[in-house]
């Protein structure tokens, strides 16, 4: 199967267009939220309050929910659950740091690539160990899916269970988590695309029902 990563030239080309529509468009999209992330510190309160509360989810549908999380000045994790109330069937802390994304998503365009180089397909793809990491064609590292959820990450799961999008700072699990930081996240609804057994799509799905994906996540096995 060929790899889904684009050459430099491609990814250029990529963040290219991204820029125009930002321009046409006024930089709409979760993305804008992301980049709004000091101004919604507030929103921790309402964050906490829709995790305690019973009930639904604020948007009740079929789409699959994908957070990134991370402390500012620590590595950013990635999250899919079939919907924001229940366990990740997929966890990963990616080989980047939360600065590092931030700039990637001020290209307008961010494309993750996990590659699996295994040898035996006996697993279903979000099972298996151990991944390479691409960010728009660059090679980032190799991370490991975590198999047990931390206490760190429950918590966050946690806050969010009631959030189907939004952005915002989550409070930190105790003091000594600061120093890393501000906990910031970032959840969309992505529409889930099964090539094959060895492939499988995430595409953000943008609030205003317009535009390309900002957001695009891919999943392959390498035969």
Not at 89 to 105: A, Y
Not at 158 to 166: A, E, H, K, T
Request: with cysteine.
């Amino acid at each position: 199967m060929p790899s889904l990563v684009e050459s430099p030239g491609m990814v250029s080309l990529l963040r290219h267009a991204a820029e125009e529509r930002r321009s046409k468009r006024g930089g709409g999209g979760m993305f804008r939220m992301f980049k709004l992330l000091p101004m919604l510190t507030s929103g921790c309160k309402m964050v906490a309050l829709l995790g305690s509360r019973p009930g639904k989810a604020m948007l009740a549908d079929k789409a699959i929910a994908v957070t990134l999380f991370g402390y500012r000045r620590g590595r950013i994790s990635l999250a899919i659950q079939e919907d924001p109330r229940s366990p990740p069937f997929f966890l990963i802390e990616l080989p980047m740091h939360t600065s590092f994304l931030h700039k990637e998503i001020d290209s307008g365009l961010v494309k993750l690539a996990l590659e699996s180089d295994t040898r035996t397909h006996r697993k279903k793809l979000v099972e298996e160990y151990v991944w390479a990491v691409y960010c728009n064609g660059r090679k980032s590292g190799y991370s490991i899916r975590r198999k047990n959820v931390t206490d760190e990450e429950r918590h966050v799961m946690q806050l969010l269970r009631g959030v189907s999008m939004g952005a915002g700072v989550l409070p930190c699990l105790s003091e000594k988590d600061t120093a890393d930081g501000e906990l910031t996240y970032m959840r969309g609804r992505f529409e889930r695309v099964v090539g094959s057994k060895d492939s499988e799509s995430f595409y953000m799905i943008n609030p205003d029902g317009s535009g390309e994906a900002e957001l695009s996540i891919f999943l392959v096995r390498l035969k």
